[in-house]
């Protein structure tokens, strides 16, 4: 990438931010990793989007301070540079770190952010809110993380096989392909993530597996992170069974939009009836998105309000 910026200010401005000998555009190149050539009031910037930008932001601060009337020092350079590797960390902190090297997958919203936290802490993690607030996504980056860092050593992924106006029967195909539409939304945030190819590799040795919420009955699972998604369409009786298929070194995260259940409307609710019970209890917690934490197309956000949705407001972190 190229950029060219301009420098405000006469000879003696410019001698001052370049510094003597060019020694703090030099000090730049050599912690961004940028080239930068100076012409007059011109400087063209060259190299990954990502150090142009921060160069850029810096000479700008740095012109900034300048045009107060501060004088401009090594050290005012050094301090500053300093402060951008101190949000360069920050940032890549935040990062999710997935098996796909391009994909940067971060919490977006202050909700998110709780999310993240309570799934990274805690041994159950509730998360309910409207559609676009990357329940599902996130909790799927979390689980693949964990599991490149070698803290688990393998991921189950369940949905409740809950129909929505259509019956199961109406489906071609066998028992896997009738159910594969209600998993579609799982393999769509593991593609994003993972290689095709590893991801089938993986499904084939059970390191990462995909099935209907009933297929969970009578197991126990150590060592794993196990995702509930789509929870608001699990009776009371199927929550309590998911939730002690837990086993030891294991994670289990719940995801669910209370607004929009397929359920018949005598049936027993076990997403709300289990935040509920256990809502309090240490080792557990409950995070609530809202339309605030919608990171989907901007008519998403619009879309939920105006059917409505779920606004349950800022995230809530119960101790």
Do not use: W
């Not at 050593?153 to 096989?161: H, S």
């Not at 719940?254 to 607004?259: A, I, K």
């Amino acid at each position: 990438m190229e950029l060219v910026l301009t420098v405000a200010g006469g000879d003696d401005f410019r001698m001052q931010l370049y510094g003597p000998a060019d020694c703090n555009l030099r000090a730049i190149r050599e912690a961004l990793g940028v080239k930068i050539f100076a012409r007059d009031s011109t400087l063209k910037v060259l190299g990954s989007p990502d150090a142009v930008g921060k160069a850029s932001e810096l000479i700008e601060s740095l012109q900034a301070k300048l045009k107060k009337g501060s004088q401009l020092t090594k050290d005012d350079v050094a301090d500053a540079l300093a402060d951008l590797a101190v949000q360069a960390q920050t940032e890549q902190q935040r990062i999710i770190q997935v098996y796909r090297k391009s994909a940067k997958i971060e919490p977006r919203t202050e909700g998110q952010e709780a999310y993240v936290r309570a799934m990274a802490e805690e041994d159950l993690c509730f998360c309910i809110g409207p559609a676009g607030t990357g329940k599902t996504y996130l909790a799927v980056a979390m689980a693949l993380s964990l599991l490149k860092a070698g803290r688990i050593k393998r991921i189950v992924l369940a949905r409740p096989a809950v129909e929505a106006g259509e019956k199961l029967g109406y489906l071609p195909g066998d028992l896997q392909a009738k159910v594969n539409p209600y998993l579609r939304p799982l393999f769509d945030a593991m593609h994003d993530m993972m290689e095709f190819d590893q991801i089938k590799r993986f499904m084939v040795n059970d390191v990462i597996e995909v099935l209907p919420l009933a297929f969970m009955r009578g197991r126990t699972l150590n060592n794993a992170v196990i995702i509930l998604d789509e929870a608001q369409n699990a009776t009371s009786q199927q929550m309590l069974m998911f939730l002690t298929r837990l086993g030891h070194h294991s994670k289990m995260i719940v995801t669910g939009d209370d607004s929009q259940s397929d359920l018949e409307k005598n049936a027993a609710r076990g997403l709300l009836d289990a935040i509920h019970r256990l809502e309090g209890i240490e080792g557990i917690e409950v995070v609530r998105l809202s339309r605030m934490d919608i990171v989907r197309h901007r008519l998403v956000t619009k879309i939920v309000h105006a059917y409505g949705g779920n606004d349950s407001g800022a995230a809530s972190n119960p101790s």
